[in-house]
């Protein structure tokens, strides 16, 4: 909006500077918001299971609906209060009437450096100030001719062909991010705890709780048997493996008598000084006046070896265990606090990409309806799946795993890809009749400047988040930086070049009747000291 607004002329009237902003900017303002807000309406669906990622997309969304809201009001209304001022001839920050050029220059320096307006020189014509911005000036004169640049563009096509084969690299190495060590702050206890322990004991799983939740037959021999073949191939603490070796090095049977059974259990196996603490693994429940006590619930752990690939071989343990558990006549559960990571990111590879494809489809049929061209729906779609390729994979090779921030990067990365090159794509195809290379230059005056000042902003932003101390907050900032470098390299480099030899054509419209049609006009533009521009028009 306040680029659009740079571009109108300061003697035309309040409300038709303000009618021009919205005519050129509401389209695709409105158009990206609701890009956000689909995107981020998946994410906060039932569609996610991670409660997290669901707690984040609804405020998300509430903050954007908020936004747009104040665009339209607030920020509008600065704009015409600005308009206001420009209009008497007023300082739009410092509200005072600016001197004439020939005053202004017995001022000081500081003072004519903050009282400089863009209409001070007169003499320049009404849009000589264009080329002040030293941006503009850089992509007008030097950028727009190099990046079209017959020898460059192999280059650029080279280099987009090495983005996508590292962005495949890394998307095949995508891996689940499980760490409960992630969640806390770089320098506590429990990272010096994982790092020791993934450097010394790195070979064992997780101790696992096996716990048999219901009254079970200990006494039966079959029942014996089915427990020690579940824990068969684990390192075990078992109090049930103990009290049978007990037995039998006592000559007796261990298949019992219920009452026999927990009698000894009570009385004389957990009365041993080196089998006392597994009291406080057996839960005793009273039967009636006079019985012996029932084992109620009991717990064993287990620590199974490992190799390398330790976090795929625990995914493959849990879910076997927990479809034994559901066939077994034993009712048991297994438990380790590193499984509610496990289960937590289970589809947080399946997830982002889910909602991508299902905001970029959105994002086809909405497009179609509104734009000119309907390749631009495509190009549109096409980018941002490209942009979310490259920053999984990137992301991927610098170490970040999958976890409920860099789920959220990638979906926030849509919106903010969509932002940067949607209004490139749609300045490039509105225009017709001249060469794919004048409209690219003129959609990166346009519309990349805006694209290159929002992406210096957020980067600018991002600078204080790698100074946090937190595991979290690095992969937020990484993930970030390559949603902001990912969206640059498509809008200023990969899109401007593409588009010079790709369609949509540039071919002049020829419709019948139109020859004879043709007219030629004559615009003079007249200045006086005034600024007050009168225009005489003659066919």
């Not at 920020?75 to 020939?102: A, I, N, Q, W």
């Not at 995508?174 to 994982?194: E, F, H, K, N």
């Not at 289960?343 to 959105?362: C, E, G, I, M």
């Not at 390299?489 to 949509?504: E, N, R």
Request: charged share 20%; glycine share 6%; aromatic share 12%.
């Amino acid at each position: 909006m306040l680029s659009s607004w740079r571009r109108t002329r300061e003697d035309q009237h309040v409300k038709e500077r303000v009618a021009s902003v919205f005519e050129d900017v509401m389209l695709r303002f409105s158009g990206s918001t609701m890009i956000h807000l689909m995107t981020l309406g998946l994410a906060a669906s039932p569609l996610t299971n991670m409660e997290a990622v669901r707690l984040f997309c609804r405020n998300a969304v509430l903050a954007i609906t908020i936004s747009y809201i104040y665009m339209l009001s607030f920020y509008s209304s600065c704009l015409v209060f600005t308009g206001y001022l420009e209009t008497r001839y007023r300082h739009g920050c410092f509200c005072r009437r600016v001197p004439k050029p020939d005053r202004l220059d017995s001022k000081p320096a500081w003072y004519r450096c903050l009282m400089y307006t863009r209409y001070q020189d007169e003499t320049s014509g009404v849009h000589g100030h264009t080329d002040c911005h030293l941006l503009l000036g850089c992509v007008r004169h030097c950028y727009g001719d190099w990046i079209t640049n017959t020898y460059v563009k192999p280059f650029v096509v080279l280099l987009y062909l090495v983005y996508i084969s590292f962005g495949l690299m890394g998307f095949l190495q995508v891996t689940q991010g499980s760490d409960p060590s992630a969640l806390v702050a770089t320098d506590t206890a429990t990272v010096l705890y994982t790092h020791a322990q993934h450097r010394y004991f790195s070979s064992y799983s997780p101790v696992i709780g096996f716990y048999i939740y219901e009254s079970a037959p200990y006494w039966n021999a079959s029942v014996q048997r089915d427990l020690l073949e579940y824990a068969k191939g684990f390192q075990r603490i078992s109090w049930l493996e103990a009290y049978l070796s007990y037995l039998s090095d006592r000559n007796q049977s261990t298949s019992q008598p219920r009452e026999n059974f927990t009698r000894t259990l009570r009385h004389s196996f957990l009365h041993e000084p080196q089998f006392a603490h597994f009291a406080d693994d057996i839960i005793f429940a009273e039967r009636g006046q006079g019985e012996e006590p029932d084992v109620a619930a009991s717990r064993i752990f287990l620590v199974a070896k490992t190799t390398e690939n330790k976090r795929e071989e625990m995914s493959v343990l849990l879910d076997t265990l927990r479809r034994l558990s559901l066939t077994s006549r034993v009712r048991f559960l297994i438990f380790n606090p590193s499984f509610v990571y496990l289960d937590r990111y289970a589809t947080a590879v399946s997830s982002p990409l889910r909602h991508s494809l299902l905001a970029v489809l959105f994002l086809l049929g909405l497009s179609s309806l509104v734009v000119v061209e309907p390749l631009v729906s495509l190009w549109l779609g096409l980018t941002l799946l490209s942009v979310q390729f490259g920053v999984l994979g990137f992301m991927t090779l610098w170490g970040v795993e999958m976890d409920c921030v860099s789920v959220l990067c990638l979906i926030t990365a849509l919106g903010h890809s969509a932002d940067c090159s949607g209004p490139l794509l749609c300045g490039f195809a509105s225009g017709r009749g001249e060469s794919r290379t004048r409209w690219v230059h003129l959609a990166l005056e346009r519309h990349g400047i805006p694209s290159l000042q929002t992406l210096v902003c957020y980067s600018a932003a991002l600078v204080p988040i790698c100074a946090v101390r937190s595991n979290l907050t690095r992969t937020l900032f990484r993930c970030l930086t390559l949603t902001a470098v990912c969206s640059a390299l498509h809008t200023l480099a990969f899109l401007p070049t593409l588009l010079t030899f790709l369609p949509p054509s540039k071919s002049r419209d020829h419709r019948p009747g139109r020859e004879g049609q043709r007219q030629e006009v004559e615009c003079v533009e007249m200045n006086d000291s005034t600024r007050v521009v009168d225009q005489i028009t003659t066919v």
